[in-house]
């Protein structure tokens, strides 16, 4: 089953290549949306794909790459809508 992931990552998750690795782990699973840097310092993402892919990704957030400390992941689920066919940064 599809679906689609809301998450706000808080923590220390800028500045440290949070959004790349994302990218790369977003590319790598075959989940599909965006991630950009928020103004208070947190991180946000739009997750689509494969429920299973989609936690993955989740889960991933949960730790970041390694210069990232990760304090605290907001997940909003919602019904998949099919609205991306590739994952990106946005700005």
Known sequence: MKI??????KGLVQGVAFRHHTVQQAQRL???GWVKNLAGGDVQGCFEGEEEAV???????HHGPSRARVDRVILEREH???????FDVRY
């Open 4 to 9: 689609r992931a809301i998450v706000t990552i």
């Open 30 to 32: 075959g989940v599909s």
């Open 55 to 61: 936690d993955a990704l989740v889960a991933w957030c």
């Open 80 to 86: 998949y809508r099919g609205e991306f066919d590739d």
